[in-house]
């Protein structure tokens, strides 16, 4: 088994590499056929053939293609980390994501960190990578220690990289991301050493659990190398004779696994991760098929090894929808057979109700998928398609190449590995509103049944009975508004990306005017879903600039959009502005956007490089009507 085992296998990588090069296509076209093939299963030497071809491409480029995102990363390492690189800008390619990167000399960080004249500052980094190794966390053996001098030395350690983390979050204003420590696989007391405080094993166990419990604290995030390590094999991991002789700590045929880890959590730092599992259901959710095999001939749960297999996977998916990923059902069946099982056999963990979406006929799987998404309203790049039969997969793949599609193993024990190892639903935070995320769009399907039954708009959005509620920026809504501001794309008028430490900053700032704005209607709590910042305009402090507005799309056609415009007028004219300004750039997926403010009575001023602004006189304005209650500091307004 490959270290990226559940990515496809490539008939002719280097020959669809040659294609690319030598079909008349520009670099942007180049770019996204390169992409395509960075999702398929490849080794470090065809890593590095893409990562040669990538490099190319992208000095012919004129800007940032539309649908990619440029991250800026700086590797600040106690280690030789060159070797490594191929593989983490082609496993970002495979996200989306186009890597501009600022390696810091070897074994330089401190210094790195503690200059703010120097090269990494200049660089003004997104995400600030600290690899320390093993080595250079100064764990050597010290059979004289007891447990409270085991504890100072973890606790000094600790001191100096929580004051890196520091700097990179408030000086550089840049994500941290901070590897645990592979502690190496040679003993000195053998299975005792983990007992002894002054031992290596003791010590490593020690300063990684140090990091896990102030990582979270400290808004830092971790790249668990330690566990990749475990997980792969610590012999295979750690290659002495490449330390030895280049101080390098990952052999290169690691590399592809290493790059993919990382990648992974610079994808969930942009927001570009998957949210939605849609799942098939005959060999999938259970072994047979129920139209044939009926209730009692499918396997599923105690009895059989098999029947218990289905049954983990179940219990692992219920556990996904628990932490916020939308599941969905794509089933070429009888709905009334696919959903007996669900309805009826008694060894099923997954019910009816933890699907957000539906689609069980015999129509392709290919189309199913794209209602589905169109259902949720999410992006077909936020979609992961779980089937057993690999005949559907390539459809899919061939016909929906921005869903994600496993490589499933035969044998269902394998399934919760295979979805777990490729790590597809990445989260870089966990906000209390993820648990609610099924339970939303359950209710926007309520929501649209009820317009359904309604004679007219009006009357139904009468009917919900809504309520709004607008509030400045604060420390509770943080993590969420950072999700909400690097996840969301179709209804995002600029796409613009901030990382939390950023918006903490913005929101400190008086000059801001922020806005976190929730709804909930008698179907339920829609939780946040919008967003808006907005500063004084530069040049012109009568204008108020509009730098990001973004709505969740599950509230598209309530009045949203109007209600938080007479909000942000209300504020703006209590802060002596007469106009606001806005502006919208286009990309691949916020097209539903593109009249946004002129629905909203702004007008036209200008047009730059693809981007159109808008203005909107306050001194004329008149509150737009809704049919939503809205609470903004205490105050109720209509």
Request: proline share 5%; net charge neutral.
């Amino acid at each position: 088994m490959t270290p990226l085992y559940w990515l496809p296998q490539h008939p002719d990588a280097s020959g669809a590499l040659k294609q690319i090069k030598s079909l008349p296509l520009g670099p942007e076209q180049q770019l996204s056929a390169l992409r395509q093939l960075t999702r398929h299963d490849l080794d470090f030497v065809q890593i590095g053939q893409i990562d040669r071809r990538l490099r190319e491409i992208q000095k012919k480029l004129h800007g940032i293609p539309a649908g990619w995102t440029i991250l800026k990363l700086a590797i600040l390492a106690s280690s030789t980390i060159d070797h490594l690189l191929p593989s983490i800008r082609a496993a970002a390619l495979r996200w989306g994501i186009l890597l501009d990167c600022y390696i810091g000399p070897y074994n330089q960080y401190r210094q790195e960190l503690l200059t703010p004249t120097s090269d990494l500052f200049a660089f003004k980094p997104d995400v600030v990578l600290l690899l320390i190794d093993a080595q250079e966390a100064s764990v050597s053996f010290a059979p004289s220690f007891s447990r409270e001098d085991a504890q100072r030395f973890v606790q000094s350690r600790l001191e100096e990289w929580i004051r890196y983390w520091t700097i990179v979050k408030d000086q550089l204003g840049a994500v941290l991301v901070q590897q645990t420590l592979v502690e190496p696989p040679v003993s000195i007391y053998g299975h005792f050493d983990n007992a002894v405080p002054g031992g290596p094993a003791y010590l490593f166990k020690e300063l990684n659990h140090a990091l896990r419990q102030q990582a979270g604290r400290h808004k830092t995030l971790l790249f668990d190398l330690e566990t990749l390590a475990s997980y792969v094999g610590k012999k295979a991991w750690c290659d002495f004779p490449l330390w030895h002789h280049a101080k390098q700590i990952v052999s290169p045929l690691l590399g592809p696994l290493y790059g993919d880890s990382l990648a992974r959590i610079l994808a969930s730092v942009r927001g570009r991760t998957a949210k939605c599992l849609v799942l098939d259901l005959d060999n999938t959710l259970w072994g047979g098929v129920i139209g044939d095999d009926g209730l009692e001939g499918i396997e599923l749960g105690q009895g059989s090894g098999v029947g218990e297999a289905y049954a983990a996977f179940q219990r692992y998916v219920k556990d996904l929808k628990s932490r916020g990923i939308i599941l969905a059902i794509c089933s070429k069946n009888e709905e009334i057979n696919g959903l007996m099982p669900f309805n009826e056999h008694s060894e099923m963990l997954l019910k009816r109700e933890d699907f957000a979406a539906i689609q069980i006929n015999w129509d392709t799987k290919a189309a199913n998928v794209e209602k589905i998404a169109r259902q949720l309203k999410i992006g077909l790049d936020s979609i992961v398609f779980f089937d057993d039969n690999p005949a559907e997969r390539a459809i899919v793949r061939q016909f929906l190449p921005d869903v994600w599609v496993p490589e499933v193993p035969e044998d269902p024990a394998l399934y919760v590995s295979c979805l777990s190892d490729a790590g597809y639903f990445e989260a870089s935070a966990f906000t209390s509103e993820d648990n609610e995320r099924t339970s939303q769009y359950q209710a926007n399907i309520q929501r649209e049944a009820l317009q359904g039954k309604s004679h007219d708009l009006g009357t139904f959005l009468k009917n919900l009975h809504m309520e709004m509620d607008i509030s400045p920026f604060d420390s509770v809504g943080l993590s969420r508004i950072t999700q909400l501001i690097n996840k969301s794309n179709q209804f995002n008028l600029t796409t613009r990306r901030y990382t939390e430490a950023q918006v903490l900053h913005i929101e400190k700032d008086p000059s801001w005017v922020t806005m976190q704005v929730r709804l909930k209607d008698n179907c339920g709590d829609n939780g946040m879903i919008s967003v808006v910042m907005a500063k004084p305009y530069e040049g012109d402090p009568g204008t108020l600039w509009i730098d990001t507005w973004l709505m969740s799309c599950r509230v598209l056609g309530r009045q949203v959009e109007s209600a938080v415009l007479n909000s942000l007028v209300e504020q703006a004219l209590q802060r002596g502005f007469t106009k606001l300004k806005g502006e919208y750039i286009p990309t691949p997926k916020n097209g539903l956007v593109r009249l946004h403010y002129s629905s909203l009575g702004f007008k036209p001023s200008d047009t730059v490089s693809g981007s159109t602004f808008w203005d909107l006189d306050l001194k004329t304005f008149e509150r737009l009507p809704t049919h939503i209650t809205v609470h903004s500091k205490g105050k109720v307004l209509r």
